[in-house]
């Protein structure tokens, strides 16, 4: 799926089980160069996944359109930034 955030289309791969909205600090280096000045620290969490332990280091905000036929649907959510994520 491909969505758009801060006027830019991005690819998506998302997972509906999780019970927050996460990114992975890599994610976000190689599509917003200067996501960090937008986190907002919080106290770090741990996840646990068949490949181990991840570690936040706080949460973003970002607005995300949905481009649809019928309407884009547009979305504010917090995601919950991984540190040591592997997700691509």
Request: net charge neutral; proline share 5%; charged share 20%.
């Amino acid at each position: 799926m491909t969505l758009c955030i801060d006027n830019a289309q991005h690819p998506l791969i998302m997972e509906t089980g999780e019970h927050c909205s996460i990114v992975a600090r890599n994610y976000l280096d190689s599509h917003f160069p200067n996501w960090e000045s937008q986190l907002l620290l919080t106290k770090a969490k741990n996840f646990k996944t068949a490949s181990g332990k991840m570690t936040s280091i706080g949460t973003i905000l970002k607005e995300i359109i949905i481009p649809h036929r019928k309407g884009n649907i547009r979305l504010n959510p917090e995601f919950v930034v991984l540190d040591d994520a592997h997700i691509q």
